[in-house]
């Protein structure tokens, strides 16, 4: 097995404190104090950002040095939308052979996102609803469009967590999962497709509500 790299180890490591909103959108990425942190050189760290902003979740600017991605509302939504066309896809393939899909776990995982979300769990909030998307497209056959697809969901991950404040959000979520998985069992594509689009309503209609202020602007 290959030994990973310092630079890809410090990557994975900033990159879960982005993951884990312990570096939240926009703040600065301290090089020296990770270097300290991570008992390493800086020269990793450096090349760890540079892997992160080819990831688009960091960005660098002269005078001022690396910082957390800050996506303004606008960019978020127009991620929300190529990750509803990708899952919609998704969604709808899986409606045609549910014998691949494990209807048991992700009924589990709802379970416990509907324990988090009762105990106003935040953390535990984004980690069942994380799980619950992979075990859903676990066992799909195209591994690469799965993967593109959560690059997608792990580069707005530290923004998509603000929307787990909202609790008509959050009093949505275990019931659109139940009608999707409804619809996969089923085997019927356009009842996977309708419940897909009306998880996505909810969570663009939270995303407006629980975006910071800044969030809704434009940069220059």
């Known amino acids: ?65 690396y910082s957390v991605r800050n996506l303004t509302l606008h960019e978020y939504l127009q991620v929300s939308e190529i990750h509803q066309v990708l899952e919609t896809y998704l969604v709808k393939e899986l409606a045609k052979m549910p014998f691949i899909v494990d209807m048991v776990s992700l009924n589990t995982i709802n379970q416990e996102l509907q324990s988090h979300i009762k105990e106003n769990d935040l953390e535990g909030m984004a980690r069942a609803n994380d799980n619950f998307h992979r075990k859903l497209y676990e066992n799909y056959h195209n591994k690469l469009l799965v993967s593109r697809l959560f690059d997608l969901w792990n580069e707005v991950r530290s923004l998509r967590n603000m929307m787990y404040e909202n609790k008509i959000f959050t009093s949505k979520m275990v019931r659109e999962h139940e009608v999707i998985i409804a619809a996969i069992a089923k085997g019927d594509p356009e009842a996977a497709e309708r419940a897909i689009t009306d998880h996505y309503i909810s969570g663009r209609e939270s995303a407006i509500i629980s975006f910071p202020i800044g969030a809704h602007e434009e940069r220059e």
Request: proline share 6%.
């Open 1 to 65: 097995m290959p030994k990973i790299s310092l630079a890809d180890q410090a990557a994975n490591k900033i990159r879960s404190l982005i993951q884990e909103n312990k570096l939240m959108p926009g703040a600065h990425i301290n090089i020296d104090f990770l270097a300290k942190e991570f008992g390493i050189s800086q020269t990793p760290i450096r090349e760890a950002l540079k892997k992160l902003i080819a990831e688009g979740i960091a960005v660098y600017r002269p005078k001022v040095g």
